[in-house]
């Protein structure tokens, strides 16, 4: 009877043996008994022997034709060694979920082809020219390219040119962007321009959605896959050119259970499909700018802006001398003048919820997370102090705890706090308000997003969520609140994300028409990276910020992986990585170095301590011989079943 080995999705770096009727496809899924349950795994060979005895047997061949074919499997094969992630969890994780649960790999709904496509009503520039003749002379290979332009230079604009081409060569093209708010207007340019199926990869669309979209990108009927993070697996038989735009973005890196990069990773699917590779963005990485310099990248400039705009003009507010609370003088005044010209405004804060503090005048009494090391972050609408870690709420105390005083107050601006301000000083103005708690009903972004397009006079206050991407035609002046945090941070990698939130939001600014303007408020004006802000000289900034980390061998010039341990018990998750730094010492392995066990800039998060151990050396096969080491062993650790662990390679936080 043939034998067939299966990955399933367990913790363990190992997969399992099932008997089974007749040979199945590698790549298939299978029904098979695992403990008390029926799994879904996949097949990843067929052989007549196996080493264990007492084999179980195959329940169920769900799929004909392999769900995984050769080229993505090498490719998973690929990164579960790179991240040293169980197999049968990484397997199991790139597939949506009804498929996971083996249902039918059939698809529902076709996506119906856009019905008119639109041509532009412009020339492309010079630049553009060079890029996307650079792109295509090396169509047919692998070669990467670094499209460095500046924010509303029209990398979209190469993006859909370099596309059109693969597609007239009867290819597919995977393009990732980094956020889901970025999507709808992303695939509305791609249908709009181009005459092929657009299918979107994102969390947000409903389970038969999500498996439309992968098959119809398996079957090659999908000219082009748009996705976030995670469509970087999307299997595409034809695929002719990745495109990675805002290549700099952290969420390109998952950060919970298999903890990828799928900017990294766009490197070895482009080597493997032997397709050019394309990273975009105004504000690179230092990774990116690095692999420029090495020869890695090639690297493609649009220096200016698109259709004779101009760069916004940025200027600094110093709010030490500034006591009109979150808002000063100054800025409102500039607000007013935008307003009143019939133009938008944007003010980007990066704090949701009414206020970050609520504390006693009397004492000095913060009130903080029973399950946290944090402050509770108070929410007006609804009344209540929310931890942003862990999801607590209470009702705000009435009197202090410590001094029993009625003296509580709130301290510091969230989003809406900043809304009920804007209210008082812009009454008339409408005011829309994008973050998380705006934005949690379905389709309530895309209806944000329809009121900023129609271009009437109103102020945006938003996160994150709107840095970057957007392309607002009216929206004339942008505010910055409260980002001084970011020079007070312990990470190393600070500054470099302070100045690429800086240069993206401001970006945001005067896109079309009239020169935009963005105020900064800062009580740190004198900081030397504002010189390069406010000049326009990124690359200059960051390649000062490349020379410091290279001084200090700090990545990209060495390479790091963290192990991170939490448990209830304190003791308990440092122990382990006591033990872990042990073991991890005890493997004879040059050129590494180990710290640790430290507490996590957070240690108490919903109960459970953190700790972390970080490796570094300076030579990736070093450290990854190291880790792979590890994984073998880690099974003789004492205190591995008291904690939760993960290991993350290549972290960024
Ligand atoms: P980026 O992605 O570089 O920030 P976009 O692709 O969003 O920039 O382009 C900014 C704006 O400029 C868009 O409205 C786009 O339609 C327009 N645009 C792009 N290329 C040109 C061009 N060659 N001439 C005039 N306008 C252009
Ligand atoms: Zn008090
Ligand atoms: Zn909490």
Avoid at 192 to 217: F, G, P
Avoid at 517 to 532: G, L
Wanted: aromatic fraction near 8%; proline fraction near 4%; hydrophobic fraction near 40%.
């Amino acid at each position: 009877m043939p034998i067939v080995e299966v990955a399933i999705s367990v913790p363990l770096n190992r997969t399992f043996d099932y008997l089974s009727d007749t040979e199945v496809a590698v790549g298939a899924r299978v029904k098979v008994p695992f403990g008390a349950k029926k799994v879904v795994g996949i097949v990843l060979s067929n052989k007549q022997k196996s080493e264990f005895d007492k084999l179980k047997s195959v329940e169920q061949i769900l799929d004909e034709t392999p769900i995984l074919d050769k080229p993505i499997l090498d490719f998973l094969f690929w990164s579960a060694k790179y991240y040293h992630h169980p197999i049968g969890e990484v397997l199991l994780a790139v597939l949506p979920k009804n498929l996971r649960l083996g249902k039918e790999a059939k698809i529902k709904k076709v996506v119906g082809l856009p019905t008119q496509v639109n041509q532009p009503d412009f020339e492309i520039t010079d630049e553009q020219n060079t890029a996307i003749n650079s792109i295509l002379v090396k169509q047919n290979a692998y070669h990467g390219f670094l499209l460095h332009g500046v924010t509303g230079s029209g990398k979209t604009e190469v993006y859909l040119r370099i596309t059109q081409a693969a597609l007239d060569q009867n290819k597919q093209v995977l393009v990732l962007v980094p956020e889901i708010g970025l999507t709808p207007q992303m695939i509305f340019r791609f249908e709009n321009r181009l005459e092929t199926r657009v299918v979107a990869i994102h969390s947000q669309l409903n389970e038969t959605q999500k498996l439309d979209a992968y098959l119809m990108a398996k079957s090659g009927e999908a000219g082009v896959v748009l996705g976030t993070r995670s469509a970087i697996f999307a299997p595409m038989p034809n695929l002719g050119m990745i495109i990675i735009d805002e290549e700099h973005d952290g969420s390109f890196k998952q950060q919970s259970s298999f903890r990828y990069s799928a900017r990294d990773l766009s490197f070895i699917r482009a080597k493997q499909a032997n397709i050019p590779l394309i990273l975009g963005t105004a504000t690179p990485s230092l990774e990116t700018l690095k692999n420029a310099m090495d020869g890695k990248l090639t690297r493609l400039t649009l220096a200016n802006r698109a259709g004779d705009v101009m760069m916004p003009k940025v200027s600094l507010i110093d709010m030490r001398t500034n006591t009109d609370g979150a808002l000063s003088k100054l800025l409102v005044e500039k607000m007013q003048q935008y307003l009143s010209s019939g133009k938008q405004v944007m003010l980007f804060i990066n704090r949701r919820g009414y206020a970050p503090v609520y504390f006693c005048t009397e004492c000095g009494w913060k009130s903080e997370c029973n399950h946290c090391h944090a402050s509770m972050i108070y929410h007006r609408h609804i009344n209540r102090l929310k931890c942003h870690h862990c999801g607590d709420e209470k009702m705000p105390e009435q009197t202090c705890p410590d001094c029993a005083q009625p003296s509580l107050e709130v301290y510091g601006y969230g989003t809406e706090r900043l809304e009920e301000t804007l209210g008082s000083h812009f009454a008339d103005t409408p005011i829309i308000r994008i973050d998380r708690d705006t934005t949690r009903r379905k389709k309530a972004l895309a209806q944000h997003l329809e009121k900023i397009n129609s271009g009437e006079p109103c102020i945006i206050v938003g996160t994150q969520m709107l840095a970057k991407g957007h392309d607002f035609s009216n929206l004339a002046m942008v505010g910055i609140l409260d980002i001084d945090g970011g020079f007070l941070s312990t990470n190393f990698r600070a500054t470099e994300y302070l100045a690429q939130l800086l240069i993206q939001v401001s970006g945001r600014a005067g896109r079309s028409g009239q020169q935009g303007e963005v105020a900064i408020q800062t009580r740190f004006p004198e900081h030397p990276m504002f010189n390069f802000v406010l000049s326009n000289r990124y690359t200059q900034f960051a390649s000062g910020l490349l020379k410091q980390r290279m001084s200090a061998m700090m990545p990209p010039f060495a390479h790091q992986a963290q192990l991170c341990a939490n448990a209830k018990n304190k003791d308990n998750a440092q122990a382990f990585l006591q033990e872990v730094a042990g073991l991890l010492k005890s493997i004879d392995m040059n050129g590494v170095e180990i710290w640790g066990p430290t507490p996590n800039s957070i240690e108490k998060k919903a109960d459970y301590y953190y700790f972390n151990l970080y490796l570094q050396s300076n030579d990736r096969a070093a450290l990854h011989q190291m880790l792979a080491t590890f994984t073998q062993h880690i099974d003789t650790i004492k205190l591995k079943n008291k904690v939760r662990w993960y290991l993350d390679v290549d972290p960024i936080d």
